[in-house]
């Protein structure tokens, strides 16, 4: 790549005419010098503020339109503790933003973070984690937007016929719409997530208030005190184990933001401010629905129409409004959420997957790393992305169970590529290997071999370790109990066979590391000189 010369501090500044008066400079002007000292060249348009980043890290993670299924007592406990080791979490990966707040996220925190004699290959290893995670994740969660839509139809006409093709033709609709909005350009995506996120925030109270207020309500005992062991497994401890996956995927994605950083005002500290902020409104919002679904919801969890659409929360808004009007006017809100949020999740997965391009990771590189110069967007990757999603959403023709699968590998990727730069991080954070911030500084940071700074977001002395090992601990078991089956000696069909598919790719991608990526991957490329 070209050398491309950082701005001296001077030239990003102006003196008065003596000389002793000297302004800052501009955000823009200081988040492209951030940048620059990590050795990457700015290319996107910076579009994105606080409230637009919020709203699309909000969205993306969805928490309350995920738990809208409710379940027995033991849900909320595994609520709590999931909800305390995302907060983990995401500390983590705030600190580790405003650090490097680069579009590559792990991977590159993965080279910068790792020993030098293993840099290439456990930062390459981390890239595909995050790659096989988001592209799995953009397709599941078009996928669920899509049967949603045709189970509303469900909902509202008992004699329609819902066939596989449909769903498959549905979810291609949700997928060209996401399209269409992010080669769209411009301030059109930011202004969408700033008004998605108004939907986000009102939806849950347009579907709380009439819920409680219509539904009849279980006993505090019901609630608080019953357990339920559906998938046969020997202990309750192991149910209750294998059940907080769901929790882990309604906290999914927390990664979204970063992967925008790029094109975020400001985005060493207002990416961290976006990704505390997520988990604290998403998780109150969610433990509102939550409690409300235990209330609300009776023990069959929607009924007959809950199974046979496969969303219970349809069965228990027409239990609780006897309308199936109402319901439908619920459920729509939930639909309209899933299917704008795909806007996000199509940006994020792309933007992650033009920077490992970028850095020369995945095959056919120099076609996905490329930008177009009119749109200062990553179109080729943005383009890839969906044909990915489009191609996985045919295997909903032969079977319901796998589409599922690519839930769990979703889950499984993005958080094996948070376990590792967790891991690295605690590793360097109990050496004392990290200095103190100084944006005043004229030098490559952040980058492999280069010096570890902390950014101006960071939690400080034991605090800060004690969080970092915690949220290590809860990652390692969401990893785990990801691969299980949702019940005890489960046949063939009914199988989780996300470890099969998630080793299968990594197999291919070691393969094509061994015979290719060796020779032209290096890590995150220095692409200015200083």
């Given amino acids: 790549m070209g050398s491309y010369e950082l701005k001296s501090q001077a030239s990003i500044t102006i003196r008065s005419a003596r000389g ?3 302004l800052a400079p501009s955000v823009h002007e200081r988040d492209d ?13 910076r579009n994105f503020g606080i409230l637009s980043i919020l709203g699309f890290s909000c969205t993306i993670l969805g928490t309350w339109e995920g738990l809208l299924g409710g379940g027995s007592g033991g849900a909320i406990y595994a609520y709590i503790f999931g909800w305390i080791g995302t907060f983990a979490n995401f500390m983590v990966l705030a600190e580790l933003a405003s650090m490097a707040p680069t579009a590559g996220g792990q991977y590159h925190w993965a080279a910068m973070l790792a020993p030098s004699k293993h840099m290439k290959f456990v930062s390459f290893i981390t890239g595909w984690f995050a790659v096989l995670g988001w592209q799995t994740a953009f397709a599941a969660s078009a996928f669920l937007a899509g049967s949603m839509i045709q189970s509303a139809a469900i909902l509202g006409n008992e004699a329609y016929n819902a066939l596989p093709w449909q769903t498959t033709l549905i979810t291609w609709c949700a997928l060209s719409l996401a ?76 990664d979204a933001s970063v992967h925008m950083a790029e094109e975020v005002a400001n985005a060493s500290m207002v990416i961290p401010q976006a990704l505390m902020l997520s988990v604290g409104i998403n998780g109150c919002l969610g433990f509102g629905i939550l409690i409300a679904m235990m209330f609300c919801a009776g023990p069959d969890l929607g009924g007959n129409l809950g199974k046979i659409t496969g969303y219970p929360f349809m069965g228990i808004f027409l239990e609780a409004t006897n309308s199936v ?56 990757a943005i383009l890839v992305s969906v044909t990915i999603s489009w191609l996985l959403a045919i295997i909903r023709l032969g079977s319901n169970i796998a589409m599922m699968d690519i839930v769990s590998m979703a889950i499984s990727g993005i958080y094996l590529s948070y376990l590792v730069v967790t891991v690295l991080l605690f590793i360097r954070r109990v050496r004392g290997d990290i200095s103190l911030y100084n944006d005043g500084d004229d030098e490559i940071i952040n980058a492999p071999g280069a010096k570890l700074v902390w950014g101006p977001f960071r939690c400080p002395g034991l605090l800060g370790t004690i969080i970092n090992g915690y949220a ?21 069909a009914k199988m989780n066979w996300s ?15 061994i015979f290719r990526a060796r020779r032209v991957y290096t890590g995150p490329i220095v692409e200015i000189s200083l």
């Fill in 20 to 22: 002793a008066t000297r």
């Fill in 33 to 45: 010098a951030n940048l620059q000292r990590m050795g990457k060249k700015p290319v996107l348009k």
């Fill in 179 to 254: 399209l269409v909005i992010n080669l769209a350009g411009g301030k059109l995506l930011p202004r969408a997530e700033t008004v998605l996120l108004v939907v986000h925030i009102l939806g849950f109270f347009g579907i709380l208030i009439p819920l409680v207020y219509m539904a009849e309500h279980n006993t505090k005992e019901q609630v608080f005190l019953s357990f339920q062991n559906g998938g046969g497994f020997k202990t309750q401890g192991l149910s209750w184990f294998v059940g907080m996956t769901t929790c882990a995927f309604a906290f999914g994605g927390a």
């Fill in 325 to 380: 009007s109402g319901s439908l006017a619920m459920s729509a809100i939930v639909i309209v959420i899933y299917v704008c949020a795909l806007m996000g999740l199509l940006a994020a997965a792309s933007r992650q997957l033009w920077s490992f391009s970028r850095d020369r990771g995945v095959p056919g590189w120099r076609l996905w790393s490329r930008i177009s110069t009119s749109r200062q967007l990553p179109v080729p």
């Fill in 472 to 492: 290590i601990i809860y990652i390692a078991i969401i990893v785990f109990f990801s691969f299980w089956p949702s019940s005890m000696d489960p046949t063939i």
């Fill in 499 to 513: 470890i099969l598919a998630i080793g299968g790719a990594i197999f291919f991608a070691i393969l094509y590391y």
